[in-house]
Nanobody, 126 residues
């Protein structure tokens, strides 16, 4: 059974940093690209970042590029999202998911499988 467990959310001030973790189990790490999505109240879910383990290629939404960094640790079966220079508009529930991909023509993040974590709240105060 595919399982993804997020941690690391919290309340920070604008300009501060957080690192989210996504611990995975139930599949061979590297079989699926792992992504991060977020959803703010009243807004649609937004694809934030994705990492493909075999080659380490990454995707970032334009709204976070240059501030967020995704990485993976195959020894720990864990994917991280380092979030720097946080803004109030980054406030959302952040979810990790297995099986992301991106369309290189539209640069939109696509979720191929219904494998999701439970989410972790990130709140950025101004």
């Amino acid at each position: 059974e595919v399982q993804l467990v997020e941690s690391g959310g919290g309340l920070v001030r604008a300009g501060e940093s957080l690192r989210l973790s996504c611990a995975t189990s139930g599949f061979t790490f590297g079989d699926y690209a792992i992504g991060w999505y977020r959803q703010a109240p009243g807004k649609e879910r937004e694809g934030v970042s994705c990492i493909s383990s075999p080659d380490g290629s990454t995707y970032y939404a334009s709204s976070v590029k240059g501030r967020f960094t995704i990485s993976s640790d195959s020894a720990k079966n864990t994917v991280y999202l380092q979030m720097n220079s946080l803004k109030p508009e980054d406030t959302a529930v952040y979810y990790c998911a297995a099986g992301c991909s991106w369309d290189t023509s539209t640069m939109n993040l696509i979720q191929l499988y219904d494998y999701w974590g439970q989410g972790t709240q990130v709140t950025v105060s101004s």
